[in-house]
C-alpha cells in the first residue's frame, strides 16, 4: 500500500504533464497503483473496509480467554474444536487490535528531585562465586535520586539487622542523610500498609530517628517510583558480578565499594553528567550525621553447653570452661561476637555472616591435653553432710564414684536425709548400705523408715475407752 507521501508526489509530478510511465519508474512502482491514485485524485491513504474473520467469535473468545488463563493456544484449539474456520495468527491480531489480552501501553512519566531529597533503597539476588563456590547472596543498593550516586554490599541473608547495617554503611559512604528514605513494600521495614498508608516497624522508624530521615513506601504496582535504584541491579550483576570471585565476605564487599568509587566517578550518558560531581552540589543539602555512631547489634541470651560452645545461627563459638552450664548475653554485631558473663568477663569472637556449621575456638579456652579442669573445692551440699555426719565420709566418696544420679542431686538427697532423720536410725542405715554395696538414696530412705517407724508411729497397745 502506498504511503501519502508517495501519493501526493504522484498527483504533483501528474499536475506538473509528467506521464504515468515515467511517475512508476521513478517512483519504482506499478503503472496500475498510479493509475489508482490518479483515478481517485486524494492523497489520503484509503481505508481498508472488510470484516474480520475472528468478528463471529467474539463472545466465545471473550469467555474461552479466563478459563484458558489467558492462553490463546488453548483458546485457539477450543474454537478449531468447536468448528471455528480461523488461523492462530488471525485470533491473536483481533485481540491485540481490541485488547482483549493486554492492556493498553501507558506513557511513563518522569520523577524530579531536588539535591538531598531522596535516596532509594532495593534488595535483589544475585548468584557469584565465593570461596570457590556458587552460592546465592542479597544485594542491597542505594541510590541519591538527584546525583545517581550508588552504594552496594552483599549480605547472606537481609533481615532488619543486616537492613541497618547497610544503610549505616550507606550514609557513612555519601556522609549524610536525605529527607526520606524510599523503599518497596517489604516486611523489613514496613509494619503495615502500602504507599502513602506505610507504617514502619517500631525497631526502623526508631532507626531513622537516629539519622534524621524517614522511610516512605511507593504504592503498589507502581515501579516507576524507584527506577532510580532499579536500573543499578542490571548494571551490577552484567559489570561488576561478571567474570569475578571473592575469597570472603569481606573481600566481596570491599571490592563492591572499589567498584562504586569507580562507577560514579565515571560520565553517564542518561543523565549526562558524571554522579561525583553532581554529588559535590548534593552533599551540602545532605543533613549531618550524628556525631557518634553506634555499632548495629542484636542480642541473644544463650546457655553455654556441656562441651564449653555458645550456638548462633549454627556456628559455635568457644568460651572459658568455668562457664559451662552458665548463661550468657551474646551480642551480635557487623564483624564481632561478644559473649559476656557479667561486666568483669567478655569473650570476642570475630562473626561468621554465614550458616557454615563451624566451630570457632580459642587456644586460651582449652587447657593442654591431660590437664582438665580441677574442682578446687568440695561441693557444698558434701561439706555440709560431713560436718552433720563425719562418720558416713567413706560413703560419700563411694557415693560420688557409683551413683546413678548426677552426684549434686544424689548429695542433694542424702543431705535431706541427714537433716529430716534421727541420727541413730540413719547411720545405722547408712552403714548396712556400705557392708552391702547400696548406694540408691531411694531404698536407703526405707530402710532409715523401717528402723524409726515404731519411734514415729509407736501404737498404745492397751485398749481406750469407748
Known sequence: MLSQSQRTTILELHAQGVKKREIARALGISRLSVRKVLRSNSAQVPMLQRAEKAEPYRQQILELLPRCKGNLVRVHEELTVGGAALSYQALTAFCRRHGLTEPSPQPVGQYHFLPGQELQHDTSPHELELAGKKCKVQTASAVLCYSRMLFFQCYPTFQRFDCKIFLTEALRYFGGSPDRVMTDNTHVVVLRGTGREMVPVPEMAAFAERFNFRFVAHERGDANRSARVERPFWFIENNFLAGRTFSNWPDLNEQARKWCDRVNSTYKKHIRAVPRELFALEQRHLKPLPAWIPDV??????????????????????????????????????????IQLDARNIITHERIPDQQYQRITLATHRPPRGQGLKRSDTHPEEQAVLQAAPEIADYVTALKQHSRKLVVLALRQLLRLVREYPREPFLSAVQEAARYGLYDLDRLERMILRRVQRDFFRLDEEPGDE
Open 297 to 338: 547489634y542484636r542480642l541473644h541470651q544463650r546457655t553455654v553447653d556441656v562441651e564449653g560452645y555458645v550456638a548462633l545461627h549454627s556456628n559455635r563459638y568457644s568460651v572459658p570452661v568455668g562457664w559451662i552450664g552458665r548463661p550468657v548475653e551474646v551480642r551480635e554485631s557487623k564483624d564481632k561476637i561478644a
